[in-house]
């Protein structure tokens, strides 16, 4: 599995341009890229495209798509710490600026670990497409068959899973240290999770309009941190809610429907600002 | 009507600063605005044709 | 109705057509804000409460009134211009951007204003105010994608999606921001809503928003002209209008 996998969809390994310019100017048959594909010597690759085209393949091309970008980003592992490092740096922040009081850090705890986690998210969006778009792989993705909006999906998931997920289980940790009040740990850790799922599929939107731009970092986050206010506020309310005592069903609700609307629309937003990157 | 003098008018019942620093940064802003765009648009129309003369006296040269 | 579609298309026929439209709401606009604002500041009765400086009510809400319906208007010309590929919706869409974000920083100055007699303070997070502020950022996230690219149709179909996907946002924050400020700031007043408001209060505000409306309409048809001669400099048609018009001016002056 992983070795199929792999070669289809990081054809890039293997000349990535040639096999994009010949699909072009062959058109997308599958025996035309079939016979170029044999021709450049690509055996393996070979196998794998026709399964991809003639089986529909729809779920394998996510599938390979998901191993491939984990595969890749558990071998930059810098990357996938960076943010995680980031989080725990800016939380020590508060403490040494505002006050090392436990009564006063355990007040605006559940706001700080929500923002520090948010920027954390932030950091790590630059990266999501950027070594795709700078090796030619995004330009593969674009031609594929199967629809762009779920290869990125995938391509979501997978930031999520390596940024999004550990932030959430490390934030209780760093929640101890700034005296969050007992009781919230869980909400805090469910809250986040169901968050930055939200955050990643939006921040993705932009990610993809600024893939293009040489210096596209500063204006990422001026294009999607607005749009981040109703997860933040939903979601350091469930913690807020948590400590109070309240029901924090309802915010995890919200935070849901937030997570639901953002699955079915940001994908196609994803897709559409990623053609606009590609095709300049 | 609401005053009885222009003085009394101009006072605003105490609030002067306020409603007259709103009202006088809309007006400023509102006509700044025109002025924008009719500068923008005489000077776009004048480029115009600058450049249409210039290509005119460049083809005359040539003959 | 599709033929009127590719019609609207043209940017020639649209810059007829609007130097045509274009006198009408400039006189509306003068006329609506003339009569809104010496009847809202000479006519209008003192509110109860607030005195006179319950009088910002009449620039404060045609500003944010605007401020919002440029954004919708500003995203409907996205999506006409990236389904039907139509210029002209761009070109508005960009000369819309900077208006609205300045009718934002009106909107937010005068309410900042109006917070000092009020409230006793220059700024409150109210929940207006904050949804105010976020609209702004979203508008200069708008300008800053739209300059940011080398490739203007890159620049153009970038700002569209922005766009859309902010104002599918825009109720997304606003109802947010509501919840989070009524749980924060319990039954606090707050600086529009009120209870009843006599006709002689609310027939000036009227005028005065429908008076800004106007406004915004002329506006961005001149603005829009402009942005046709900008981008249309090089076409026959833009070198021959603007080269006849020379003619007629000169002869003008010269009489």
Redesign the interface.
């Known amino acids: 599995m992983h070795s199929t996998s792999h070669s289809a969809s990081d054809s890039s390994s293997d000349g990535a341009a040639r096999s994009a310019s010949q699909r072009s100017a062959h058109g997308s048959s599958p025996s035309a890229l079939e016979s170029a594909l044999q021709e450049a010597g690509a055996v393996k690759e070979a196998q794998a495209w026709p399964l991809l085209e003639h089986q529909g393949g729809l779920m394998l091309a996510v599938k390979a798509t998901l191993v491939r970008d984990l595969t890749l980003l558990l071998r930059r592992r810098g990357e996938v710490l960076n943010p995680l490092v980031f989080f725990a740096l800016v939380i020590t922040l508060f403490p040494i600026a505002i006050s090392p009081d436990p009564e006063l850090l355990a007040v605006i705890a559940p706001g700080l670990l929500w923002v520090a986690a948010l920027l954390a998210a932030l950091l790590s969006l630059d990266s999501l497409f950027r070594s795709d778009y700078d090796d030619g792989s995004l330009e593969q993705l674009l031609l594929a068959t199967q629809p762009l909006a779920a290869l990125s999906l995938a391509k979501v998931a997978v930031h999520w899973l390596l940024t999004g997920l550990p932030l959430a289980l490390m934030a209780p940790l760093l929640g101890i240290m700034l005296a969050l009040p007992a009781g919230s740990y869980a909400v805090l850790a469910l809250s986040l999770a169901l968050g930055t799922a939200s955050l990643s599929l939006i921040g993705a ?1 932009g990610a993809a ?2 893939v ?2 040489a210096r ?1 970092g500063v ?1 990422l986050s ?2 999607i ?3 981040y ?2 997860v933040l ?2 979601g350091a ?1 469930a913690v807020q809610a948590a400590i109070l005592g309240d029901g924090v069903a309802a915010h995890l609700a919200i935070l849901g429907a ?1 997570l639901a ?1 953002a699955l079915m ?1 940001a994908p196609w ?1 994803i897709a ?2 990623l053609r ?2 590609i ?2 | 009507m609401a005053f009885t003098s222009f003085t009394e008018f101009l006072a605003m019942g105490g609030h002067a600063p306020y409603v007259w620093s709103a009202w006088g940064v809309t007006a400023l802003l509102l006509v700044a605005t025109v002025w924008h765009a009719r500068v923008e648009q005489r000077q776009l129309l004048n480029g115009i044709k600058r450049r249409a003369r210039r290509a005119n006296s460049l083809r005359g040269n040539a003959q | 109705m599709w033929a009127f579609i590719h019609k609207l298309g043209s940017p020639k026929w649209f810059y007829g057509i609007s130097a045509k439209l274009q006198p009408w709401f400039w006189a509306a606009a003068a006329l609506l804000l003339l009569v809104g604002s010496l009847w809202g500041l000479v006519f209008a009765p003192a509110d109860y409460q607030q005195g006179n400086s319950f009088r910002i009510i009449y620039v404060h809400v045609p500003a944010a009134f605007l401020a919002q319906s440029i954004f919708i208007s500003m995203a409907v010309s996205g999506l006409v211009f ?1 389904v039907w590929k139509i210029k002209v919706a761009d070109m508005a869409a960009a000369v819309m951007a900077p208006l609205g974000a300045a009718m934002t920083i009106v909107a937010l100055f005068s309410g900042a204003v109006w917070g000092v007699p009020t409230w006793g303070t220059w700024w409150m997070w109210d929940a207006r105010l904050t949804s105010m502020l ?1 609209l702004l ?2 508008y ?2 708008v300008i ?2 739209r300059g ?2 080398s ?1 203007r149709d ?1 620049a153009s ?2 700002a569209s ?2 766009a ?3 104002v ?2 825009i109720p ?2 606003k109802y ?2 509501d ?2 400020y009524t ?1 924060h700031q319990p039954a606090s007043f707050t600086l529009t809503s009120r209870p009843t408001m006599p006709t002689e209060m609310w027939l000036p505000l009227v005028i005065m928003v429908l008076g800004f409306y106007s406004f915004f309409i002329a506006l961005t048809l001149m603005r829009t002209r402009s942005e046709i001669l900008r981008r249309e400099a090089s076409k026959r048609w833009v070198q021959d209008l603007v080269n006849g018009q020379t003619v007629h001016v000169q002869a003008e002056e010269t009489r």
């Open positions: 939107i309009l600024t293009g731009l596209g204006l001026l294009l941190l607005p749009l206010i109703p506020i939903f309310g937030l609307a629309l937003a559409a600002s606009i990157s095709n300049g | 990236m976020i950022f979203l200069l996230g800053a994608l940011a690219f490739s890159s179909r970038a999606v922005l859309m996907v902010g599918i946002n997304i924050i947010s921001v919840w989070w749980l």
